[in-house]
């Protein structure tokens, strides 16, 4: 290909994305192929020979696209959304035919520049203390697994990477019941282990972690000869929401000087609303580690991932590695690649930088507070309904519920409203039961995508039962 043939191509893939996101109301959200359909349509055989774009485009749709869930679909109400503003795919655009991988300052200083300044823009915007840095990762399991390797080295004096975990006893972490799935994965890929991985009991309206059993269980582990690591708190769990009542965890973590890291990955993206901060995020300046995913609520076209350090040192203690060939010279810069586990580093600031100049603050503001409201009149709506009982109430713009019968029951009518097209939703479990799940978050849904989902529900069930 050469670059005219770039330019033509390129125009027209632009050309298919806006009318396939104009046109995404009228597809089924979630995929409706089966296994092995895609597959079964590939040929075993790498080519031997070129083939025309026109001929690769056409497969492209005939193949992939019935395959493919529609993550930007209006009524996706499933997991957590993966944005994309139109900003953020343009910024994308530019970044993919730069192609800069921008691992040093040296290597691509204005990608490292505006990093840094994206970042500090969004801790203005979160409502953070002067004073906090950060790093722009992929993902908040990333993230998330940088502060466990920093409570694993700070713990040790910093001997882990070097001698290995041998001798050191059995290290502690603790969070809460209701902790994501990759907090246990960053204890395994870490070696804490899953048993060194301690999960408090949850209390209170937003299911947040127990503090005086928490303090219980960290004063047990200390008469057993055990050493406490750290904490990992949240603010929006992904099962329910649930949040940590901060300020209280913190004393527990300053008494016995533990590291803490805040998982805020969704719900994080809300702080920039200040009438939200009181109820989730009083307290949050004396966190060592945070993070938040701007790829989830506010935006910015996965993936793109931000971690708040309140003192980067102890994290670059732990990751900063620099031979020879990494070495840079002449004034002192910043290279992120210390910062991370990877060494590679894409330009993700960039579509931070063209999101927020896109929209503005209060632009996003607006959305937020639109899905927050419209979650809340949904789940009154579905509260109504005959037989219908919500378990858990909105947190933000997630909440759960249940349909008349048995756990059988709640997965019958999730798979049915999936396999209808017009919605899409996931199961969960709370309290030993299987519970619908419902989060508004998409970033051009409206009231009247939301609302929809009542009648959508109200309809399959009707028909199911």
Known sequence: MDWDEFAHWGKHISDWGAQYHKSL?????????????????????????GDDMAAILADFEAIVMPGMTHWQHPRFFAYFPANAAPPSMLAEQLVNTVAAQCMLWQTSPAATEVEGVM????????????????????????????????????????????????????????????????????????GIGQANLVKIPTKGAQFGIDVDALEAAITADLDAGHTPAGIIAITG????????????????????????????????????????????????????????????????QFDCSVQFLRDATPQLNTLKIEPEYLKTTGDAVTNYSEWT?????????????????????????????????????LCDAIRALDGF?????????????????????????????????????????????????????????????????????????????
Not at 25 to 49: I, K, N
Not at 345 to 372: C, D, M, P, Q
């Open 341 to 377: 586990i990877p060494l590679g580093r894409r330009f993700r600031a960039l579509k931070i930088w063209f999101l927020l100049r896109s929209y503005g603050l209060e632009g996003l503001r607006t959305r937020i507070r639109n899905h927050v409201a419209w979650a809340q009149e």
């Open 237 to 300: 769990g992904t099962g329910i929401g649930a949040s940590d009542t901060l300020g209280p965890l913190l004393k527990v973590a300053a008494k016995h000087d533990l590291y803490t890291h805040l998982d805020a990955a969704w719900a994080g993206s809300a702080m920039i609303c200040p009438e939200f901060r009181s109820e989730f995020w009083d307290d949050v300046d004396g966190f060592d580690s945070i993070v938040f995913n701007p790829h989830k609520w506010l935006g910015a």
């Open 25 to 49: 109301r009228d597809l089924p959200v979630r995929s409706q192929t089966a296994v092995g359909d895609t597959a079964t349509q590939l040929h075993p055989t790498p080519p031997e020979t």
């Open 389 to 465: 009982e919500i378990t858990t109430d909105p947190i933000l713009s997630l909440f759960s519920f249940r349909c008349p019968g048995d756990d059988a029951m709640q997965q019958r009518l999730v798979d049915a409203l999936n396999d209808d097209g017009r919605i899409y939703l996931t199961q969960g479990a709370f309290q030993g039961q299987k519970v619908i799940r419902f989060q508004v978050g998409q970033f051009d849904t409206t009231r009247e995508d939301v609302m929809m989902a009542h009648a959508v529900i109200r309809e399959v069930w009707e028909q199911i039962q």
């Open 119 to 190: 970042v500090d823009w969004l801790r203005q915007a979160l409502g953070l203390a002067d004073g906090f840095t950060g790093v722009i990762q992929d993902s908040a399991s990333s993230a998330t697994l940088s502060a466990v390797l920093t409570m694993r080295e700070r713990a040790t004096g910093y001997t882990g990477n070097k001698d290995g975990l041998s001798g050191k006893g059995h290290l502690r972490i603790y969070c809460s019941d209701q902790v994501h799935s990759s907090i246990d994965r960053a204890c395994w890929v870490a």
